[in-house]
């Protein structure tokens, strides 16, 4: 008789892989690829095609002639690490400086701490960071959304965010009345048709990704809910003091790169933390910082930076939080 | 909290309960329950009858084992058993079926129980029943309380989590009456008023055959339970039924409970109201590739093997067969191994779904901590086994890790969650151990 296999239980698996996951991750994201090629037509297609392809091609590269390992560029997160990339970036963005960010992105903030599941910051945001400080003008140059059905002129024509119309006219003195006339209005925020990066403009279309995410429990609720609520509360709060200065939770919501950081990055399984109650935490966190930098920083938007800075506290927040034991609390029936 | 949705696979939920032949030669381990393996009573070439005390437990925690056929001792030995090692065992060659004076066989129902709290317990004792969920803990000593611990609820387990396993199920319809006899007596065992009877919602025949009846029965009661392993775990069960909690490191006692499965309840009508030892037990034999599976009444010490064949025999395409369920069962070495009390089941799993998924980097997808019906971090726990810090292993409260699986079959990078936990688990209740001394 033939030999029988012997191994510790449990003897099935699950349906769970990396792959599966990390493709769920990318199809919930042709929402919002779908909708920049919209309004920004091929230009995004240019932009997606070389930020995924240099991703790859550095993963590649490092992993076959530096590290001279394994190669596991189909796993399907330099992928996601190259949409991101170029969701955060504008579609106007010269290839060049693409390059450079896909190559901070996946060499420095990938791979240099180990590769997939080592990382302490999200490596889609550490390139952008990178580029935006490094490129300000280009990156923050954003052409205004001209949908591919309308007719008339070509040119593309740059203008600015509805963040960066709000702190730049609130620097001058300007109150949100004066500002309403140039601000788009909630419909058009949420469908996507004004200035922004990419990805981030369609807070609809990046919705119904999240909405995939959460039914198919490629993420859970803890880290989107904690971040959602502190940013609804937060600007709140604020807005209620002085609604002629402070602009409203749902403004902030659905204008820069909330919606996107919220679903996409801050609930990166590898930089994100572990337990439920640190969870929270973490999307709290994030929140708050979010709205401090948008409302007394120097640059308008602070999404990337308050994810940033929440992941490198997550190892304390992984020590500190733990998640309920059983038993810990007796409950008397 | 936690828990996973393995898919039930329960082929033979369907399938009566049949009588297996008893076999020419059966091999009965001395060590079938937890605790001091039993002392055997017999020798070589002696004469037995079928329900004759063959081994003595004489530990405080060992339990008696009695013959389950007439016949010859052919050897007192060792066989290899369930765990893959070899251990003592009575071989005894069958010759006809003759059966003890005293024990009843019919299948007439004794509903009336006249002995005494003392005297079940030590009827129990005398029977070598067993707790036949899987753990084998001696059934009498559980229902010896403490001095200065206070019970007052019997909680019997019919959730059969396990995917595939049906052992249980097929008890509590087809001996729905014997199983609430068995609690009543329990119940008076263990000096309590309350019973509950837990059983996952998948189940509802069973939940209605024993509800109907329970009305009859004052004190117990039956519920249905949400379906999701491992709701079967002792502490889960308590927790679903009665709200409490049991402490780390602690027994149900702490919590005013005492778990037994529907089959030990069964067990114990038989051994109470029929005089019955334990000698034979429902197991489920399954797996996709089987032509005839089902659920078989066996004589304790029947090789696996017989009952493959009573099921259609080995597949080829068979790549690993389990004694138990596929969650939390052991891989067989040898399909010789003997059945024993605390075999509920002998799965068998296809070349194809044999082997483990391929090792992929953590990526920290916290899967593995959400599942956790303990509340324990097996990402964390699995990583400082392997870096061998028994200290933090010990911290994070691996002893509390019942090794149900969960965290390992839901891991998306397949990593060995539970080997690593194990070998922490073994490292540091030894470390422990030496404290103590």
Known sequence: MKQLTISGSPHVHGQ????????????????????????????????????????????????????????????GSAVITGILLSFNVPSNLPWGILLIGALVAIGIGKMSFGGLGRNIFNPALVGRVFLLISFPVQMTTWPIPRPIVAEGITDAITGPTPLGILKEGLRKGESLQDLSSQLPDYLTTLMGN????????????????????????????????????????????????????YA???????????????????????????????????????????????????????VSFAILIMNAVVPLLDRGLKPRRFGEAIKAQ | MGGVHPPEQKLTAGKAIEVLPV?????????????????AVVAKGDAVKAGQLIARGEAFISANIHSPVSGK????????????????AISIQTEGDEWMDGIDRSPELVRECLLNQEAIVARIKEMGIVGLGGATFPSHVKLMVPGGKKVDTLIINGVECEPYLTSDHRLMLERTEEVLIGTTILMKGLGVSKALIGIEGNKPDALEALGRLAGAYPGISVHALKVKYPQGGEK???????????????????????????????????????????VERVVTVTGKSLTRPGNFLVRIGTPVSALIEAAGGVPESTGKVINGGPMMGKALTSLDVPVVKGTSGILLMDDTSSARVEVEPCIRCSRCVSVCPMGLEPYLLALLSANEAWDRVETGRAMDCIECGS????????????????????RVGQIIRNRRN
């Not at chain 2, 009665?242 to 051994?271: D, H, Q």
């Open chain 2, 23 to 39: 076999p020419s030669v059966l091999s009965i381990p001395l060590g079938q329950a937890l605790g001091a393996p039993s002392r």
């Open chain 2, 73 to 88: 001792v052919l050897k007192v030995d060792e066989v290899i058993d369930t765990s893959g090692y070899r251990k003592p």
């Open chain 2, 407 to 426: 965290c390992q079959y839901t891991c998306p990078s397949g990593r060995p969650l539970l080997d690593h936990l194990r070998l922490g688990k073994a």
């Open chain 1, 194 to 245: 004004h200035g922004g990066c990419l990805g981030e403009v369609s807070a609809i279309a990046l919705l119904i990704g999240a909405a995939y995410m959460l039914v198919r429990r490629i993420i859970t609720w803890h880290i989107p809910a904690a971040y959602l609520g502190s940013v609804v509360l937060f600007s709140g709060i604020f807005w209620l003091i002085d609604p002629t200065y």
């Open chain 2, 236 to 278: 889960q069960l308590i927790r679903a039924l009665t709200g409490r909690e049991v402490p780390s490191g602690r027994l149900p006692l702490e919590v005013g409970c005492v778990v037994n499965n529907v089959g030990t309840a069964f067990a114990v009508y038989e051994a109470v109201q029929k005089n019955k030892p334990l």
């Open chain 1, 16 to 75: 769970d892989t990396i792959r599966g996951l990390m493709y769920g991750v990318v199809l919930a994201m042709v929402p919002a690829m779908l909708v920049s090629v919209y309004f920004f037509g091929l230009d995004a297609v240019r932009v997606m095609l070389i930020s995924v392809g240099a991703c790859l091609l550095f993963e590649f590269l490092i992993q076959k002639y530096l590290l001279k390992g394994p190669v596991s560029i189909t796993d």
């Open chain 1, 248 to 302: 409203d939770p749902l403004f902030h919501l659905l204008t820069g790169g909330m919606i996107l950081g919220i679903f996409f990055m801050a609930t990166d399984y590898t930089t994100s933390p572990m337990s439920p109650s640190a969870q929270l935490v973490y999307g709290a966190g994030a929140g708050i910082i979010t709205m401090i930098i948008r409302i007394w920083g120097a640059y308008p938007e602070g």
